[in-house]
């Protein structure tokens, strides 16, 4: 614990339902509260909740949610209440299991990782990294790999727990000071609507068929992928288990390539036994080939024409990285914010008619315009003493 530097607000273990309703009463009213969540995942679909941290104004709390008797309906009221903004960092699984576990996402939301990238410290920066920059404290890690599920959890792993909350409570403080200054809370709100929106945290099986890799597909044996996906998704949730452990991916694809329709031809599949194959887990995965294989010819996904990009644009693109990083420098805004790999060589490809972000809102001004610019030969990059400039119609003409 040398060297190590804690906050010293007033922290408590909350493990009875009069304590926590009692914390969360206390917090009514406040402008904002930083909260941080503790789970488990690597044996089941949804997380499994075990400690919440939630700090206000003078305090902070580690709900045991696996303590007898416990109830979170306090604190699902706080984090409904929208005249409290809710504080976190790298906000999006801690969103996600409240709105797995209260139907809906809590709101107003400010996400100290994103806040960062539009203030300029970089690329999807870590708590420890942020919380040093911004307050000079020290995290202690030693308890990061802790299992949260496991009890009694020792004063050392709470007060790591609670560190995660109590330094947020000044990071934020300073970066919402950064964010008036320099005019930006703005971009930063485009971002929390994504967070907020409960559509970044319904699982549809019908789309799950989107995260897998496969290449060279047929439109048949995407339709029966899309339906086997569908299956192992609505499967995984019902059975609370990890996708990979109903079916893996690589086996997935394969079945859907060859759409075996009998037990004899499933079992057959690298990855998947017989006694598989001949149960009622193998006779699922048939229904749902024999449903992709009957939808009719006229309804199968056209395949997707490849784009050819203009000869020579590779150059254009790069040319387009070294706008992007001299920009961002300028600004002191992350990178991966602003524009991606992807963007940059639809704009070198398509100009104005490229559908990115980068081409709308404060993106559009801090970067897409002058790479459109580029693009049109009305603006180039030369070098002056040590330093890279922007350079008005450098044809001269």
Not at 206 to 232: C, D, F, H
Not at 237 to 244: A, I, K, Y
Not at 277 to 294: H, W
Request: glycine share 8%.
């Amino acid at each position: 614990m040398d060297g190590i530097v804690y906050s010293s607000p007033i922290m408590t273990t909350i493990t009875k339902q009069t304590e926590l309703a009692d914390f969360c009463h206390s917090l009514k009213g406040s402008e904002f509260i930083t909260v941080d969540t503790e789970f488990m995942r690597e044996n089941t679909y949804w997380p499994i909740l075990c400690l919440v941290q939630v700090a206000g104004p003078d305090d902070a709390a580690a709900i045991d949610v696996m303590a007898a008797g416990i109830d979170l309906a306090p604190l699902f009221d706080l984090m409904k209440d929208e005249t409290i903004l809710k504080v976190f960092h790298a906000a999006r699984q801690d969103v996600e299991i409240f709105h797995h576990l209260m139907g809906s996402v809590p709101a107003p939301i400010f996400d100290s990782q994103v806040a960062a990238m539009v203030c300029g410290f970089g690329d999807q920066v870590s708590y420890e990294n942020l919380i040093s920059k911004l307050t000079k404290a020290r995290i202690d890690k030693s308890s990061r790999f802790t299992d949260w599920s496991r009890r009694p959890l020792s004063e050392k792993q709470i007060l790591y727990a609670l560190s995660d909350v109590t330094h947020l409570r000044d990071a934020y403080r300073k970066l919402e000071k950064m964010l008036e200054k320099n005019g930006r809370a703005e971009w930063l709100k485009s971002e929390m609507d994504i967070l907020t929106s409960p559509s970044t945290y319904n699982v549809d099986p019908s789309n799950a068929y989107r995260r897998i890799k496969t290449r060279g597909a047929k439109p048949r044996a995407m339709v029966v992928l899309q339906e086997l996906a569908a299956w192992r998704e609505a499967e995984a949730q019902r059975r609370d288990m990890p996708r990979g452990r109903i079916l893996r991916d690589d086996a997935l694809v394969e079945i859907a390539l060859h759409a075996p329709t009998t037990p004899n031809t499933l079992g057959r599949t690298r990855g998947l036994s017989e006694r598989v194959a001949n149960g009622n887990q193998g006779r699922e995965i048939i229904e749902a080939i024999k449903r992709g294989l009957a939808v009719p010819d006229s309804e199968l996904p056209k395949p997707q024409k490849r784009v050819e990009t203009p000869p020579g644009i590779g150059p254009v693109t790069d040319l387009m990285k070294v706008l992007l990083k001299l920009k961002c420098e300028e600004q002191g805004v992350a990178q991966k914010l602003v524009a991606n790999a992807a963007d940059i060589e639809k704009i070198a490809a398509f100009g104005e008619a490229a559908d990115i972000r980068a081409l709308e809102g404060w993106r559009l001004e801090l970067f897409g315009r002058d790479a459109l610019r580029i693009r049109g030969g009305e603006l180039g990059l030369a070098i002056r003493g040590d330093k890279l400039v922007l350079l008005e119609n450098p044809g001269g003409g």
